[in-house]
């Protein structure tokens, strides 16, 4: 416990640092998060109050449409109605398990040399889920025990309900994750922001003739602040860099995901899937940038 004693203190020693991470992340939600992640978790919402049977094929192409954690958010709902069961939730997580198409396209692509650049790395974080999802279903070994929600025949058969019952219900339930989010960001920021003023402090040298380091760490921290610092850092970016940092997606969108996966998939299985999506998608994205050398 000494170290979250220490980790206060450095906290109200270094306040502004604090504090312009906290605005920082708090300006990202309000500005891009929140208008893109509300209605998808309402319509999540809206898909367990309103029932229905749904296609894998359907379940991935609105995670891919609506990326993390909103896609954390519907598989906890399959999870809970029992549609997914052991080793096809992992197996999900892995392919579902992806960044928002806007921010991939649209807030790094928009800052690339050449946009189509972020068309490319978009095939490649998808390209990747669907090999992380793949391997982890080919060497993963069937559960014996018991690993998931409640079983389908012990489920209460659902009332039909209205969608004016079922809208304020979905409403009402997006408030509270929303802002589990806002706070999962907020403490990554100050995270990334008291390590890289660190790093600043005791390596000078070092950040200073490679300032693509501190990025770097920032974006396995927090990936939104840590990608756009890494296009700072280089007049050239790495785009299978860039894809596999974007893939891994930071600790800040692992614990957004915890926050409704949690009960379901442990944290390290979860932290597993996370890094060989990144790889995959660093392998994929090298392959492609080699092979269409005009989207750079």
């Not at 898909?47 to 995670?63: A, D, I, N, P, Y």
């Not at 974080?125 to 391997?135: I, T, Y």
């Not at 660190?198 to 990936?223: D, K, M, N, Q």
Request: glycine content about 12%; hydrophobic content about 50%.
């Amino acid at each position: 416990m000494a170290w979250l004693f220490g980790l206060a203190a450095l906290m109200l020693l270094d306040s502004g640092t604090v504090l312009d991470a906290v605005n920082g992340a708090a300006g990202v939600f309000v500005r891009s998060v929140m208008p893109a992640l509300f209605p998808m978790m309402v319509l999540n919402g809206l898909s367990g109050h309103l029932g229905g049977q749904e296609k894998r094929w359907m379940t991935v192409c609105f995670c891919w449409l609506s990326g993390s954690p909103a896609s954390a958010q519907r598989l906890e709902g399959l999870w809970e109605r029992g549609g997914l069961a052991g080793r096809e939730l992992l197996t999900m997580a892995a392919a579902t398990g992806v960044m928002s198409p806007l921010f991939l396209v649209g807030s790094l692509g928009g800052r690339l040399p050449n946009p189509a650049g972020g068309w490319l790395m978009l095939t490649a974080h998808w390209l990747g889920a669907l090999a992380a999802a793949g391997l982890i279903r080919l060497f993963s070994r069937p559960q014996t025990t018991n690993p998931v929600g409640p079983k389908k025949e012990t489920l209460p058969k659902p009332e039909p309900v209205s969608l004016l019952t079922a809208l304020p219900d979905s409403l009402r339930q997006a408030g509270p994750a929303l802002l589990a989010v806002c706070g999962a960001m907020m403490l990554f920021s100050i995270l990334a922001a008291l390590f890289r003023q660190g790093l600043s402090a005791l390596l000078p040298g070092l950040t200073a003739s490679h300032p693509e380091l501190p990025a770097i760490f920032w974006a396995v921290l927090e990936v939104g602040g840590g990608a756009h610092a890494l296009l700072d850092a280089s007049a050239a970016p790495d785009l299978p860099l860039l894809c596999a940092l974007c893939s891994f997606g930071g600790l800040s969108i692992l614990m957004q995901n915890l926050l409704f996966l949690g009960k379901s998939i442990r944290p390290g299985r979860l932290l597993a899937c996370r890094l060989l999506h990144g790889a995959a998608a660093y392998g994929i994205c090298g392959l492609l940038v080699r092979l269409l050398p005009f989207f750079l």
